[in-house]
C-alpha cells in the first residue's frame, strides 16, 4: 500500500539544514521527487476517503490539496525562502476551502494528522456554537469517542479565555463554546509515514474523526 519514501524525509532534513535559494535550486530534482511522493500519496488519500465520506469524491486533485513550499517573508523575521515541510488541506475546494477537511503535515520532526475546522469565519464559528448550545450531549459523545475508540482528543488550547457572547459561564458546554476551532489531530512519527501501511493506518485514523467532520457540516448547512 502506499506511504511515503524515506527520501522525501531526508530532503526535508537537508532543506531544514540549506534553506537558501541557492541550495535548493542545486536539489531541484530531490524536491520534484519528495513532491511527486507526497502528491501521489494526497491523491491515494482522496481516493480512500472518497469511499466513506460524501464530501470528498475522486474529482478532487492533488494538486490543488497541497500547500506551497514557498514561503512569504514579505512581513515575517524569519527570512528563510521555504517551508520545511509539505501540507496538504483535503476537501472539495482542496486547501481552500472554509469549511471542515482533512489535513496532513509531513515534516522530518513535526508529522501529523487533523480533522475539522481550524479557525472558522465568524458566521460558521456562531452556527457551531449555536449547535452545541442546542445539541451539546452529542458533541460530548463526539469527543469522547474520539478519546475512546481512537485514542485521540479534541484540541482545546485555541479557545477564549472567558465565554462567547450570549452563553453563561455556568453552560453546561462552556468550555466547548469557547473554542476557536474544532480539530482532532494525531501526531504520526517519520516511521508511521514510511510503513508500507500508512494509508491504512491514516485512513483508519480519519474515519474515528469523521463524526467530528459531519457534526461541523451539519452545524454550518454545508452540503
Same mark, same amino acid.
Given at each position: ?105 509531513? &515534516? ?13 469565519? *465568524? %458566521?460558521? $464559528? #456562531?452556527? @457551531? ?51 476557536? &476551532? ?13 510503513? *508500507? %501501511?500508512? $494509508? #491504512?493506518? @491514516? ?21
Amino acid at each position: 500500500m502506499a506511504h511515503i519514501n524515506q527520501n522525501t524525509f531526508t530532503f526535508l532534513k537537508d532543506l531544514q539544514n540549506n534553506n537558501t535559494r541557492e541550495w535548493f535550486a542545486e536539489e531541484k530534482e530531490r524536491y520534484e521527487a519528495a513532491l511527486a511522493d507526497v502528491r501521489l500519496f494526497v491523491a491515494d488519500l482522496i481516493i480512500e476517503l472518497s469511499k466513506f465520506d460524501p464530501h470528498i469524491t475522486t474529482d478532487i486533485q492533488a494538486n490543488k490539496c497541497l500547500f506551497r513550499i514557498y514561503r512569504d517573508t514579505r512581513f515575517s523575521k524569519d527570512k528563510t525562502p521555504y517551508k520545511n515541510w509539505f501540507g496538504a488541506g483535503i476537501s472539495k475546494d482542496g486547501r481552500k476551502l472554509d469549511g471542515p477537511e482533512y489535513y496532513i503535515h509531513i &515534516s522530518p520532526e513535526n508529522s501529523f494528522i487533523a480533522c475539522g475546522y481550524w479557525r472558522p469565519e *465568524k %458566521k460558521h $464559528l #456562531d452556527a @457551531i456554537r449555536q449547535e452545541i448550545d442546542y445539541n451539546g450531549d452529542k458533541f460530548n459523545r463526539i469527543v469522547a469517542e474520539l478519546k475512546e475508540v481512537g485514542g485521540l482528543e479534541l484540541e482545546t488550547e485555541d479557545k477564549l479565555k472567558r465565554p462567547p457572547a450570549g452563553y453563561d459561564a455556568d453552560h453546561a458546554a462552556i468550555e466547548f463554546l469557547k473554542l476557536k &476551532s474544532f480539530v482532532a489531530h494525531k501526531a504520526l512519527s517519520n516511521t508511521d509515514l514510511t510503513d *508500507k %501501511k500508512a $494509508l #491504512d493506518n @491514516i485512513i483508519a485514523c480519519y474515519k474515528t474523526m469523521l463524526p467530528l467532520k459531519q457534526y461541523l457540516h451539519e452545524a454550518i448547512d454545508n452540503d
